[in-house]
Every structure is written in structure tokens, then in C-alpha cells.
């Protein structure tokens, strides 16, 4: 038997207040694909920085290939061939792909100059070799997120590691450029490389993953060979109790129209339209949903509603009034909740507490402020009240930064204070979207409680199956135009791929 590619064996690492890794145990054989699961804050990603050398444990054994190391720093991991693609990746924006690649190790000519020739040659062997389609000369800020990945790959495998670890590459592509990456794992894997990679998902687990390792609020669970395994078995395992799968619903029971979308025309960054005569509208009482693949306008569309994006035709009624050229603060007045797609960037003040950002929207009002002036002890106890209300673990209470939160927390503390604003529409962009199964299925629960209360939601998400269990009604978008409308009940898979094709209506 060889000996395993990597042994990470009673491995324990302290936060303050927190035990991220609590004597876990990983072992991953020479050239398997390993996935790492477990929920928001399990400690996977904790203890892969870790085996890259970004954190040092405080306790515990590494070996790899069979030799017992010490990895300090990550130039410690690359020098033993271990490569680590970052959830939220770390390339320059401004240089080109070859660039990005080679920073760090830039090979020079005999006269010292930048050998750019032999390396651009290299990249284009690499490329060839795994399936990595890159553009070499296209800038970072121009391409995608699937090709920014492969670019971020191709960053390691340029440095020779065999060892390659994925925090969440899946979260933020699309469901065919995930395809495309479980695709590129299967060559990695041919050629011989280890993988280990984190998700929350399931179905990428099934699909890609050879062996799963379960970690739950930072203990070793189990490790579990894939094709035996049940996937309801290994989400009760993450989350340790019985998940429900199907979301429980009564029929919904529309009252008025309370939100109306007429003829709405919004520009793009490249001087196309974003949004094309785009029309809905959202009753009291039941969830919309619209369904599409990224990019087809439901960021323009969320972000034209909130306010964030100037619109060039067209009206948003709310309740009958148009909104659509009132400020930002007179629409969170209105009554529209917002729980918005870019959760760091529009959701919350990162810098800020766990009480401060469940009052960002009504932090003028009593009684959290009176002659001006916060009012501390309404604030705290506003925050109390939420916190146990939505279930949200916060080491410290409702001093806890927004940032030290888990991503289920953090989306937890949204949809919070937007429903606490009691608004009449309530508008979910991707509102599970990285979350693992056990927040997604609060938070589903939650917005069928809030359509029963009376209130109009608007879903937008990705997640044709989200869509699919969530809404009464059903909207495909494609090329920035509504293509077709259909009651939840006559809606399946296909006929919605159809639809985003803008093959029926
Ligand atoms: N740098 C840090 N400082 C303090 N606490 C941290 C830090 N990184 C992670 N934690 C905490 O450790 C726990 C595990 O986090 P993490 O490893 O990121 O989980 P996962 O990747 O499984 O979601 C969480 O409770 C998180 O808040
Ligand atoms: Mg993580």
C-alpha cells in the first residue's frame, strides 16, 4: 500500500471563543478526488489553510506522502506540490492571464530579461493538457469567473503541485461552468493529481468525489466511500438530525397586485440594454420566481429596483406608485425588503456588529435613535430578540462583527432585517446561493411563512430546483427580457429550459 497523499491526523486549531478544528482527522489517498463536507462553519476551510500553510495548528500531526512535515507558510505547501484555489480568488485584475500565472516565478533569458516566450508556451501546454481553456492575453477584469478559476488552476499547476485543494469552487459559476470544472477534475484525477475539495453540495459530491470526509462544528464526522453512499444519509450526517428535502406548502392565496414592472429598460456596462422592455408583477400572497441562467439580467433587474442602477425606460409600481426614480431611502421606506444578490458588497456593513447592521435600514427611527443619538440598549435588545428568532449563531452575541459570521449567518441576518421591516414585497436575490442544507432549508421555510403572512415575494435565483419547490408562479429570463410565464403547477424542468430558450411562453 502507499501511503496516503496527505494525513492530517488529531489536527486542532483555537480561535478565540471558538474551536475551529477539534482533533480532526483527514486521510486522502495518492490521486483521489476527496471532497470535504460539512455546514457554514464546520472548520473546512480552517483546516485546508492549514495543510497550505496560512494557519499554524495547535495541534496535530501532517504527513504527506507518507513523511511527517512541517508547513509553516505556503511556500512550505508549494515546495511539497500542494496548490490551493481560494474561494474568493486572488489574481490581479489588471494583468493578463499569462501574467497572473507566472507572477512569482517569472522564468528570465540569459540577459535577465522577462522570458515571457517559454512561458506563454508552457501556460498553452498546460492548458492543453488538463482542458483548461484560457484566453493568455485577455485581462482578469474581462473574463469570467469560470475562465478567472481555470486561470487560478493553471497558477498551480504552472508551480508543478500534484496536490491541488478547492475551497467552494463551485459557489459562484454557473450550472454549466460547474459542469465544465467536474469535468476538468476527471483530467486532473487521469493525469494523477490529488484532489480535495470543499462543497455543500450534494450532487456535486455524487458526481465528482471518489471518497467524502464529514465534518461537523469542527469534529471529524466520518469518512465515506461515494458510490455506496445515500445522499439524505450524508446531508443528515452534516447537519446531524433529519433534513427535510421537500418543502411543505398549502396552496397560496393571492390577493392584490402589489408590485408591477411595466416596459422597464435599463443599460448595460457595454452600452447594450441590461434589461429589454421587461415586464411582471408580484400579488399579495405568493412567490414569483424567475428563473435563468447567470447573466441575464437578474442583477440589473434586482439592482434597477433597489435603486442601484438608473433605468432608461419604464415604470416599478409599488402599490400603485411609481418608484422608479425615487431615492434609495424612499424605496426601503416604501415597503420593499431586500435581501440582495452580493451578500458582502450590498447586504451588510462587514466592519460593523451583529445589532448594527439588523438596523442599517431604520437606524433613524425610535427607538433606536432619539435626538440623534443611538440608542445602545434598543439596538442590543432589537438583536436579541432576532438573533434567537432566526436561530443565528453568533460566538458573541450581538457584538459579534458581521464579518466573523459564517455565510448562513450572515444571509441569516439579512433576511432578518428586511422581514422585520414588515414590507409588502420582499425580494430574495439568490438568497441560499453557498449556503449549506441546513440554512437553505430555514431560510426556504421562512419565505413560504412570509408569503402566508400575506406579503409578496419575488425570487430570483439560479437554482431551477429552488424555483421550482418555492414558487406559485413562474418567470424565465433570458438576453434581459421576460420569456415566458407559467403557474407552478404546470412547470417542470424541461419546460422551463424551454421557456429560458425563449421557445414557449
Ligand atoms: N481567522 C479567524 N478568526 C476567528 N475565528 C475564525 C477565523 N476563521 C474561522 N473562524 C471561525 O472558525 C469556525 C470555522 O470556520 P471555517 O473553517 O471558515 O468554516 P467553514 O469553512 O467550514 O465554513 C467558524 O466558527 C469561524 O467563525
Ligand atoms: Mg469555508
Redesign the pocket.
Known amino acids: 500500500m502507499p501511503a496516503p497523499a496527505i494525513e492530517m491526523i488529531n489536527i486542532t486549531k483555537i ?4 474551536v ?2 477539534d482533533n480532526v482527522c483527514l486521510s486522502v489517498e495518492e490521486g483521489e478526488i476527496h471532497a470535504l463536507l ?10 485546508m ?1 492549514i495543510l497550505f500553510g496560512l ?1 499554524e495548528p495547535d495541534g496535530g500531526t501532517i504527513k504527506i506522502r507518507g513523511a511527517e512535515v512541517a508547513i509553516r507558510t505556503p511556500n512550505d505547501a508549494s515546495a511539497l506540490k500542494i496548490g490551493m484555489v481560494h474561494q474568493h480568488f486572488k489574481l490581479v485584475h489588471n494583468f493578463t492571464v499569462t501574467e497572473n500565472i507566472i507572477l512569482g516565478c517569472e522564468s528570465r533569458d540569459k540577459f535577465g530579461c522577462l522570458d515571457l516566450k517559454t512561458a506563454e508556451k508552457r501556460v498553452a501546454q498546460l492548458s492543453e493538457t488538463y482542458g483548461l481553456a484560457v484566453d493568455p492575453k485577455a485581462r482578469i477584469e474581462n473574463i469570467t469567473v469560470g475562465m478567472q478559476q481555470r486561470v487560478e488552476i493553471l497558477k498551480i499547476l504552472y508551480r508543478n503541485a500534484d496536490i491541488l485543494i478547492f ?1 467552494e469552487p463551485t459557489a459562484a459559476l454557473t450550472p454549466q461552468e460547474i459542469d465544465e470544472l467536474l469535468i476538468i477534475f476527471r483530467k486532473l484525477k487521469a493525469e494523477g493529481t490529488t484532489i480535495v475539495f ?1 462543497t455543500h453540495k450534494l450532487r456535486e459530491i455524487k458526481a465528482a468525489a471518489d471518497r467524502c470526509t464529514i ?1 461537523r462544528r ?1 469534529k471529524t464526522i466520518c469518512t465515506v466511500t461515494v458510490a455506496g453512499a445515500d445522499e439524505r444519509e450524508l446531508a443528515e450526517k452534516m447537519v446531524g438530525r433529519a433534513v427535510n428535502f421537500r418543502i411543505d406548502k398549502k396552496p397560496a392565496v393571492p390577493g392584490d397586485e402589489i408590485f408591477r414592472i411595466e416596459n422597464l429598460t435599463v443599460m448595460g456596462g457595454k452600452g447594450v440594454p441590461a434589461l429589454r422592455d421587461l415586464s411582471l408583477s408580484v400579488r399579495a400572497g405568493e412567490i414569483f420566481g424567475i428563473a435563468g441562467i447567470d447573466g441575464n439580467g437578474q442583477s440589473e433587474l434586482t439592482a434597477a429596483i433597489a435603486g442601484l442602477l438608473p433605468i432608461k425606460s419604464g415604470c416599478i409600481l409599488l402599490k400603485g406608485k411609481d418608484i422608479a426614480k425615487a431615492r434609495i431611502r424612499a424605496r426601503n421606506e416604501s415597503g420593499i425588503g431586500l435581501a440582495p444578490e452580493d451578500r458582502h458588497k450590498h447586504g451588510l456593513a462587514l466592519d460593523f456588529r451583529v445589532d448594527e447592521n439588523l438596523i442599517l435600514k431604520n437606524f433613524r427611527k425610535a427607538p433606536y435613535s432619539r435626538f440623534g443619538f443611538l440608542r445602545f440598549p434598543a439596538i442590543i435588545s432589537h438583536a436579541q430578540t432576532l438573533i434567537s428568532e432566526f436561530d443565528v449563531r453568533a ?1 458573541n452575541g450581538p457584538a459579534t462583527l458581521a464579518k ?4 448562513g449567518n450572515q444571509q441569516k441576518i439579512i433576511i432578518a432585517r428586511e422581514i422585520d421591516l414588515s414590507p409588502d414585497l420582499l425580494i430574495m436575490a439568490q438568497p441560499t446561493r453557498g449556503l449549506d442544507v441546513g440554512a437553505i432549508e430555514y431560510i426556504h421555510r421562512r419565505i413560504v411563512a412570509e408569503r402566508d403572512k400575506g406579503r409578496a415575494v419575488l425570487l430570483v435565483s439560479f437554482e431551477l430546483d429552488e424555483i421550482l419547490a418555492l414558487c406559485d408562479r413562474i418567470a424565465t429570463i433570458s438576453k434581459g427580457t421576460i420569456t415566458g410565464i407559467v403557474p407552478a403547477q404546470d412547470a417542470d424542468e424541461r419546460k422551463i429550459g424551454a421557456m429560458m430558450g425563449g421557445l414557449t411562453a
Open positions: 480561535f478565540p471563543g471558538i475551529a478544528n460539512g455546514e457554514n462553519g464546520a472548520g473546512k476551510s480552517t483546516l489553510s494557519y475551497d470543499i465534518l469542527g460566538s466573523a459570521l459564517s455565510g
